[in-house]
């Protein structure tokens, strides 16, 4: 597919994040440099804070945007939620629930975790009796793992944690925006998520949606919180009053985020979800029509991202022939999956008739490759 065919890109994106950009989007970040404290931007600003209430269906909450990429999200929600000693729970359903993890042990938590075997997803029943044996304070979860393209079931698991009494922080990174999700019927105490994913924006902000509860939880903390930049207590009186001075903000990536939140909300959030979900459905007929196997277990997988075996390795060559021949991007798979998993982003402004085209090219240049299987005589793997 070509830019002359779309009309719209050089290549076609279909990695998990970043994403295409409209011309909308685009064109916001080469207009001339606003000073980040005027009048200008501070009204957009406050407008992308609306925005951003609107995507996650914020209403009741605290809400978030800053410069910063998904992983400062995660880390701020984490070290100003976690005392030092505090015992916490990460449900590891892949590599961004490692990381969770990693940044649990880094900020001095007792940090536990189900560990759970790529493709599975995390059970509410493990966490239930997790919880019924040990007191935890929060517990993390990834509502869509990219790296597997799981997608958890993150209202029964926040119900398990509010029962127990623990807090719970969702990653939303791949998932808001994309898949139904509602933070103030959701009751989670923080979800985060990053510009660049089913937003359809330039990659360098994050935006984080926390209870009052979470707020609270930081601000009786015994001991202060370990950083300047990601202490969202620091973040909260710029939230009231962007016109107050913290950091200088990436103003281009704000305001294209500001763009891209409109398209969002001219779209309207559910019918985005439906899209999304039209998406989810596409890719993974085409992955079944093509004989290939899932990474994701049936019943979970995620309508952002398709994660899928190819069986000879060629991973590599799969991706470089596809974006030498068709100009389309798919991913591949993380670590040690690099060589027998494509991962394929399908979320943001993307549409149905623009995916089946980029799949078609896909289908080809894996049928070049002697990777796809017919279907009734799967591979063995
Ligand atoms: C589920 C998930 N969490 C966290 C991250 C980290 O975000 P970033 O790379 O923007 O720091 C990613 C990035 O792909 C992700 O997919």
Known sequence: ??????GMYDKMLLIPGPTNLSKRVRSVMSEPQLPHV?????????ETLGLARYAFRNEKGVQFVFTGSGTIGMESSIVSLVQRGDR???????????????????????????????????DPDDLRKKLAETKYSAVFITHVDTST????????????????????????????GGVPLDFDRLGADIVFTASQKALSSAPGAVLVAASQRALDAMASRKEPIGSYYMNLLRWKPIMDDPRMYLATPATQVLLALREALTELKEEGVEKRWERHRALGEITRDSVGNWGLDFVAEEGHRADTV????????????????????????????????????IRVGHFGILTPAELRGA??????????????????????R
């Open 1 to 6: 597919m070509s830019a002359e065919e779309t």
């Open 38 to 46: 005027g009048p200008e931007f501070y009204a957009a600003f406050k």
């Open 88 to 122: 916490t729970l990460t449900l590891s359903t892949g590599y961004f629930g490692k990381r969770m993890l990693l940044l649990n042990q880094i900020h001095g938590a007792k940090a536990g975790s189900i560990d759970y075997r790529d493709g599975a997803h995390a």
């Open 149 to 176: 393209s799981i997608s958890n079931p993150v209202r029964e698991l926040v119900e398990e944690c509010n029962r127990a009494g623990a807090l719970s922080v969702v990653d939303g990174v791949c998932s808001v």
């Open 306 to 341: 398709t994660s899928f075996f190819v069986r000879n390795g060629t991973a590599g060559e799969v991706q470089k022939k596809l974006e030498t021949d068709h100009g389309v991007v798919v991913a591949r798979g993380i670590a040690e999956q690099k060589d027998s998993v």
């Open 359 to 380: 799949l078609g090219s896909l289908g080809d240049t894996l049928a070049a490759l002697k990777e796809t299987a017919p279907r009734a005589a799967p591979a063995e």
